[in-house]
């Protein structure tokens, strides 16, 4: 007989699953030739849960248990955000994290996982450059590379970055010739901050594509340094 999980339960297991795939900027799927596996939505009814693990050994072992010929196939964090999730909106399914073969899959409507992952890329961000004390942006010969806000487009934002190949992979396009540039945590908060607060533009910590991408005032990241969530 099919048993709810607890309320506890199901939010360990929702978190547990967010700061391995913010870590590891990674997680896996079971890929099959119907497309991801997924099963029926015990929460709403007409509705499928896709399913995520944060962990490539129990996806992997899944793959076994749903159907033959099921293989594991691995998502970076920026896919996730910038397509598969958005994709899972599109077509009405849920995501569920961390299946393990009982019915107690936890269900999170796609958009809700995105934002979800988005902030706890945020503390990894904060955690990461308080530990190194520096941030990479990118910049050219008349500035730094700024982008569009995707909420605002009348407003510029500055990605920033805690690891430099996170913002060597943006050196293409209109970038390819503008260089990383790694300024000191200090000197970040203290100048670049009051810089994009005097231009009116935002900062995107950890700068990702998609939906939902975080961007937020200077002086929200600068109180995030001095007050990080717990």
Known sequence: ????????????????????????????????????????????????????????EPAARMAQCIAEGQRVREFTLAEMLASVLPGLAVNYRLAGLDWTGEDDVMELDPLDL?????????????????????????????????????SKPEILVLPAWAEAGEAHARLEGPWRNMLVIETPLEDFLEHRMAWLTGNGHLVGPDYKDGPGVLEMQPADLAAYFAHPAA
Do not use: K
């Open 1 to 56: 007989m099919y048993r709810a999980p607890s309320a506890a339960r199901s939010f360990a297991r929702r978190d547990g699953f967010l700061g391995l795939v913010s870590q590891q900027r990674r997680l896996y799927a079971v890929q099959g030739e119907q497309g991801l596996a997924r099963l029926p939505s015990r929460r709403l009814r007409g509705r499928e849960v896709t399913l995520f693990w944060s962990l490539h």
């Open 114 to 150: 995105s934002d979800r992952l988005r902030l706890a890329s945020l503390d990894v961000f904060v955690q990461s450059v308080q530990r190194l004390g520096r941030v990479f942006t990118i910049e050219g010969p008349y500035g730094p590379g700024l982008l569009r806000s995707q």
